[in-house]
């Protein structure tokens, strides 16, 4: 079974800083790795995906590297601002299946 | 529609009465599926369909779990005797991906049904 581990579980950051959130997963034969946003009481935002062959994804501030053999996710978010401030889920797909960590709890302060 | 819509958004229920969550996916979507997400944990999965059918049911937690989509569009999440661990936001993802072609298939979420059983 794919077990994926988001760490740290919370961060916070002044403003302007860079955000470095970090993603593992136990199985890497998967086809693609997701990285969604949820605001509070919202559903899941799609942010990038990478596909397995791919090793990182881009769009605008946000960054996203896959590293399949050592299982691991890291996505960045340059110059944060307040709006950034969210839950960040990365979720491993395997078939038609995604398997989703707890995520990371982002507050940027201005 | 412009996206995944499910309804009712908020539903409170009394320990033993049944529940039904209601799944809009985005027109022409293929694959259709139900995850359920704990309070501050992330979303698990329950079920999938492909148009119709419902190819893995291997999330449901109980029998009391039931799941259909019997037009290949809309689709209903059925909760008998609902249970406090019941209590969860459940999702519905949509995607035009099928088959062999999951390594570009990406899943459009809706806004979730709240479930609060008292």
């Known amino acids: 079974k794919q077990e994926v581990t988001q760490i740290p579980a919370a961060l916070s950051v002044p403003e302007g800083e860079n955000l470095v959130l970090n993603c593992s997963f136990t199985d890497s034969a998967i086809y693609n790795l997701q990285w969604f946003r949820q605001d509070p009481g919202k559903g899941l935002t799609s942010l990038l995906l990478i596909q397995s062959s791919q090793r990182e994804q881009t769009s605008g501030r946000l960054n996203a590297s896959l590293d399949k053999s050592s299982g691991r996710s890291t996505l960045y978010i340059a110059a944060s601002q307040p709006g950034d401030s969210a839950t960040y889920l990365c979720a491993a797909r395997n078939d038609y299946k995604l398997s989703f960590g707890a995520g990371t709890t982002v507050t940027v302060r201005a | 529609g412009a996206g995944v819509s499910q309804s009712p958004r908020y539903k409170v229920a009394k320990r033993g009465q049944d529940v039904a969550l209601r799944c809009d996916p985005i027109s022409g979507h293929v694959s259709l599926f139900w995850y359920q997400q704990a309070l501050g944990q992330g979303p698990e999965f329950l079920t999938y369909?492909?148009?119709?059918?419902?190819?893995?049911k291997s999330g449901l937690p109980s029998d009391r779990f039931f799941a259909e989509r019997p037009e290949g569009s809309v689709s209903t999440l059925k909760i008998q005797r609902t249970q406090q661990e019941d209590s969860a936001v459940y999702l519905c993802?949509?995607?035009?991906?099928?088959?062999?072609?999951?390594?570009?298939?990406?899943?459009?979420f809706g806004e979730g049904s709240r479930l609060t059983v008292l």
């Open positions: 993802a949509s995607s035009q991906t099928s088959g062999g072609a999951w390594n570009t298939g990406e899943l459009f």
């Open positions: 369909f492909q148009n119709e059918a419902q190819l893995d």
